[in-house]
């Protein structure tokens, strides 16, 4: 039975894609008597004819990527593209470096490890970037302590 007149009248009707027009397989004979638009029209308000539902992209698979990079996962070097400093450019880089820095600073002096005098020194030599870590800055000032007990 052919039906391609029916369902490209159903199609303008419906707005819809020749695809997405649906004919109920067991009111198939009655369709196929539609000759008019009115009949077609009559078809759909009984529901013998329909349009399907719009088929839309899955994010099942985006969603599952997702949750990987939000464990960690997923950032690799082979993932990586632009030079180290488009991830985390230098400013930001020296910005924790020397927060991190000031704060372990701070701690010695509230701790009076260090007076006043050492601690504007060490700021500076903070600032001028000579310690690479906190573990530099503690090791460089217990040399400077003892340093002074000895001399």
């Given at each position: 039975m052919?039906?391609t007149?029916?369902?490209?009248?159903?199609?303008?009707?419906l707005n819809?894609?020749?695809?997405?027009?649906w004919?109920?397989?067991e009111r198939i004979?009655?369709?196929?008597?539609?000759i008019?638009?009115?009949?077609?029209?009559?078809y759909?308000a009984n529901?013998?004819?329909?349009?399907?539902?719009?088929?839309?992209?899955?994010?099942?698979?985006?969603?599952?990527?997702?949750?990987?990079?939000?464990?960690?996962?997923?950032?690799?070097y082979?993932r990586?593209?632009?030079?180290k400093?488009?991830?985390t450019p230098k400013?930001?880089?020296?910005?924790?470096?020397v927060?991190?820095?000031?704060?372990?600073l701070r701690?010695?002096?509230?701790?009076?490890?260090?007076d006043e005098?050492?601690y504007r020194?060490?700021?500076?030599?903070i600032?001028?970037?000579?310690?690479h870590?906190?573990?530099?800055l503690?090791?460089?000032?217990?040399k400077?302590?003892?340093g002074?007990?000895d001399?």
């Amino acid at each position: 039975m052919n039906l391609t007149t029916q369902k490209r009248l159903a199609a303008e009707i419906l707005n819809v894609g020749i695809n997405r027009v649906w004919i109920d397989p067991e009111r198939i004979e009655d369709v196929s008597k539609a000759i008019t638009r009115d009949d077609i029209k009559y078809y759909i308000a009984n529901g013998a004819i329909a349009s399907r539902e719009k088929v839309g992209i899955s994010r099942g698979r985006f969603k599952e990527r997702l949750a990987q990079k939000e464990k960690g996962r997923r950032k690799g070097y082979g993932r990586r593209s632009g030079k180290k400093g488009a991830r985390t450019p230098k400013k930001e880089a020296w910005m924790k470096k020397v927060r991190a820095l000031r704060d372990e600073l701070r701690k010695m002096k509230n701790e009076k490890k260090i007076d006043e005098s050492m601690y504007r020194k060490f700021y500076r030599q903070i600032k001028g970037n000579l310690f690479h870590s906190r573990r530099h800055l503690r090791e460089h000032t217990e040399k400077e302590i003892e340093g002074q007990k000895d001399g």
